[in-house]
């Protein structure tokens, strides 16, 4: 009999719960990075209507993702489902506040599409925004809550078990932070460096001294890019944040740049607006005065949010004199991309140039990717580069493999 044991199985997971988009990486076993997403809505449904719930014939089990946490519970619908059932996403309500299903429902879709065990051990990662790390702190019960759940729940028609082992909280812009530390420490170390994550609902500061978190000027605020559409949405009654993000994902300016590791081209292109795919006149006079209105509405939105934005990075951030670097991050940057250089213009600031994202063609897409358009469209490079900076630290990831474009597998870095 063999005294040889068996390497446990383990599922190492990220999860960034955007109030736009939940962002996820994994491996399995140390193997290949995947990526998943799901939407941000969530509903609970009396337990009743489970019958009536997909029960997950689909390639992507997330697009159809439900969750139960013992036979009398509520149906918990999440992302895509969700939205069928005209969910929304509640902005008042913290990140953490519904984290718990959103966890259930990850895990249940990964299980599900790699086919996992009961026999797998789950390390977690995330994401939250830096004013609700105390909250955690704070609320004991949390962790012990998720680890039950996660021991024993129903993701759509098929019961999951997992053990859950390690839980690693952190706040936004982490990512960011733990790749400079490793890749240009001393220039955090010796200067004064604010860390800017732009979010859709939320935009953080973090600001070091000479390496070390000041309180004093790190804060989170509620001014995310939901704010300008709100402003948008208030004046044209027919609009509605999401059809105004599609209207923005559908004309970035293709100034693509090759990236020649893995043949993939991600585009750094300026963001444009689909004016006349929003307008809802059809006649083609009354359409140009229309979209005409609606770009007054959208610039006028813009500049009223920017403003609001720099008052508050402006109360946050300490004087020009002692803020040397700046760094930019974050979904909504691209965005904002011209008039954030010129606010670092005028602290005299330099900005440090986002190298992480250059990271993820190498580990992250193939041919076969379906986040492979969402990726060459540019806004997905600064939706999951803080992910992948945490995820690739927390899972100790090995990065001399890098991904094959046209297998999706892991070959040696050349």
Request: one cysteine or more; charged letters at 25%; aromatic letters at 12%.
């Amino acid at each position: 009999m063999s005294n040889l044991t068996q390497s446990p199985k383990i599922l190492k997971i990220l999860v960034d719960p955007g109030t736009s988009l939940v962002k996820v990486l994994y491996n399995v076993n140390d193997g290949v990075v995947r990526l998943l997403t799901m939407g941000p809505e969530y509903v609970s449904l009396p337990n009743q209507k489970s019958e009536f719930l997909p029960s997950g014939d689909t390639k992507r089990a997330e697009v159809n993702a439900w969750v139960q946490v013992g036979e009398d519970d509520n149906c918990h619908l999440l992302g895509q489902l969700a939205n069928s059932y005209r969910a929304s996403t509640n902005l008042k309500k913290t990140k953490v506040e519904l984290l718990h299903y959103k966890i259930l429902g990850v895990l249940g879709a990964i299980a599900k599409n790699e086919n996992l065990t009961t026999e797998y051990r789950v390390e977690l990662a995330l994401l939250i925004p830096f004013n609700e790390i105390d909250y955690l702190k704070r609320d004991k019960n949390w962790s012990k809550d998720l680890i039950k759940k996660v021991g024993g729940f129903r993701f759509q028609t098929s019961n999951i078990s997992f053990e859950l082992g390690r839980i690693d909280i952190k706040p936004e812009g982490f990512g960011y932070l733990s790749y400079f530390l490793k890749n240009k420490g001393s220039t955090l170390k010796n200067s004064n460096t604010a860390l800017i994550m732009l979010g859709y609902r939320n935009t953080s500061c973090l600001f070091f001294r000479g390496g070390s978190l000041d309180r004093s000027c790190t804060g989170t605020s509620m001014f995310g890019y939901n704010a300008m559409l709100n402003n948008m949405v208030g004046q044209v009654p027919y609009l509605n944040e999401s059809n105004i993000l599609k209207a923005i994902d559908t004309n970035v300016e293709d100034s693509s740049s090759y990236l020649p590791e893995v043949g993939i081209k991600i585009s750094d292109g300026e963001t444009k607006i689909n004016f006349a795919g929003l307008a809802q006149v059809h006649d083609p006079e009354k359409k140009e005065v229309e979209v005409k209105m609606l770009r007054e509405v959208y610039s006028e939105s813009l500049a009223e949010y920017w403003t609001l934005l720099t008052d508050w990075l402006e109360q946050k951030l300490p004087f020009a004199a002692e803020v040397d670097n700046i760094l930019f991050c974050g979904g909504s940057y691209s965005f904002l991309a011209d008039r954030l250089e010129v606010f670092a213009k005028d602290y005299n600031a330099k900005i440090l140039e986002d190298k992480l994202i250059e990271e993820l063609p190498k580990y992250l897409l193939w041919r076969r990717s379906p986040y492979l358009t969402a990726f060459k469209k540019g806004n997905f490079k600064h939706r999951f580069a803080d992910a992948w900076g945490f995820f690739s630290s927390f899972s100790n990831y090995d990065k001399s493999r890098v991904l094959n474009i046209e297998t999706g597998k892991t070959r040696e870095k050349e």
